[in-house]
């Protein structure tokens, strides 16, 4: 089993900046995938940037040049650095791990951009 525990959500303005963390434990296998999901308000859940054991990185196009997603692989930590934040990226961030076809979500945390 893995659990999930994101960290460092909150309130920023428009052109601001967050930065957050997810920590893994349990049995984590030597290769893996860790993302960084969001769920706006009112829609479905959605893909923001992944990341594999060897550090090569996918981002959705909404977030390219402002995101950047990075990993500790020691730590068993990801992290997803949000600058240039606007209203449209308010949502409920979740982070996943896949390995072995398994996946695991932490709980989620809140980030609202607004003025």
């Known amino acids: 089993q893995v659990q999930l525990v994101e960290s460092g959500g909150g309130l920023v303005q428009p052109g601001g900046s967050l930065r957050l963390s997810c920590a893994a434990s349990?049995?984590?296998?030597?290769?893996?995938?860790m993302g960084w999901y969001r769920q706006p308000p009112g829609k479905e859940r959605e893909l923001v940037a992944i990341?594999?054991?060897?550090?090569?990185?996918n981002y959705a196009d909404s977030v390219k040049g402002r995101f950047t997603i990075a990993r500790d692989n020691a730590k068993n930590m990801a992290y997803l650095q949000m600058n240039d934040l606007q209203p449209e990226d308010t949502a409920v961030y979740y982070c996943?791990?896949?390995?072995?076809?398994?996946?695991?979500w932490g709980k989620g945390a809140q980030v609202t951009v607004s003025s």
């Open positions: 996943k791990l896949s390995q072995r076809g398994n996946n695991y």
């Open positions: 990341i594999n054991s060897y550090s090569t990185t």
């Open positions: 349990g049995t984590i296998i030597g290769f893996n995938l």
